[in-house]
């Protein structure tokens, strides 16, 4: 009995410090995106061979164009509309689902431990006016009805040994892109001269200006409020986690917004 335990406990020891790669989906300025993977190991010469995963977006005509390169790779993107989903029986049919795959070749990287890299960037194109961006799960049933070829997935030799999925789910807190802040301009208004800095910030957000400030709200990527604060300039910021941020400054009845990193 105490072997077996053991065993259970070694197995389970050993799958929650797999070596993987967690996908993660952030704004990039504009109505532009960027998907980037996430490691939780140290990796030296890393044969990248294909890389994939699927975008839930709210159907309509939205397009995604102008897909980056990863390492001088091309990248190609499907669209599945809803309307075909549900043919096949899968979907709601509130959601078209944007496939999108690096065919298999040979791309050697090295990285750190907790290291971030860029997959690819993309344009959204006739973006939705609300809603979100979504990576569609491997467990879906939509992805289940698809024989898989929807699923994410992150195929490398890491050990010069064998080619395997490295895909370790999706980041928390990166799931999502909100689409009625993403196309939020980063501005300074000339008019009433009002500033957010620094940027990228590390404990304290800061709002120049000569009016009067009547709150200033932090919204995270999931368009969540992670911090609120009234009548003040000076916003504390060290509690919040490294990652992409979307300012709200209320003034005088009005309002400005700025992308802002945490770094």
Same mark, same amino acid.
């Given at each position: ?7 259970? $406990?070694? !197995?389970? =020891? ?5 070596? @993987?790669?967690?996908?993660? !989906?952030?704004?990039? +300025? ?5 998907? &980037?993977? /996430?490691?939780? =190991?140290? *990796? ?16 309509g005509n939205t397009t995604l164009t @102008? ?38 070749? &040979?791309?050697? $990287?090295?990285h750190g431990i907790g290291t971030s ?9 006739? %973006?939705?006016?609300? +809603? ?25 030799? $890491?050990?010069? /040994? /064998?080619?395997?999925?490295?895909? *370790? ?13 993403? +196309?939020? %301009? ?20 800061? $709002? ?14 999931? +368009?969540? !409020? ?23 400054? @209320? ?8 992308? !802002?990193?945490?770094?």
């Amino acid at each position: 009995m105490k072997n077996i335990t053991y065993i259970l $406990i070694v !197995i389970l =020891f050993n799958s929650l410090n797999a070596q @993987n790669y967690g996908f993660g !989906i952030i704004p990039n +300025g504009g109505n532009s995106a960027l998907v &980037q993977a /996430t490691t939780n =190991f140290n *990796g030296n010469n890393v044969d990248v061979s294909d890389v994939g995963f699927a975008l839930l977006i709210p159907t309509g005509n939205t397009t995604l164009t @102008n897909l980056s390169t990863f390492n001088g790779r091309v990248w190609t993107v499907t669209k599945i509309t809803a309307s075909q989903l549900t043919s096949l029986s899968l979907g709601d049919g509130s959601k078209d689902l944007f496939v999108l795959n690096l065919a298999p070749g &040979q791309s050697i $990287i090295s990285h750190g431990i907790g290291t971030s890299f860029d997959l690819v960037s993309f344009d959204i194109i006739n %973006p939705p006016n609300s +809603g979100n961006a979504e990576f569609l799960d491997n467990n879906d049933a939509i992805a289940i009805g698809l024989g898989g070829v929807a699923n994410s997935f992150f195929n490398a030799n $890491i050990d010069e /040994t /064998t080619t395997q999925d490295y895909f *370790g789910g999706i980041v928390p807190g990166e799931e999502n892109i909100v689409f009625d802040t993403l +196309g939020v %301009p980063e501005i300074t208004i000339s008019k009433n001269d009002i500033k957010i800095y620094p940027n990228p910030f590390s404990d304290v957000i800061m $709002i120049e200006t000569d009016v009067e400030v009547i709150s200033v709200q932090i919204f995270d990527t999931n +368009g969540r !409020i992670v911090l609120s604060h009234k009548n003040s300039k000076v916003i504390p910021a060290k509690s919040l986690a490294n990652g992409n941020y979307l300012v709200k400054v @209320n003034y005088n009845g009005d309002y400005i917004s700025k992308k !802002i990193i945490k770094k």
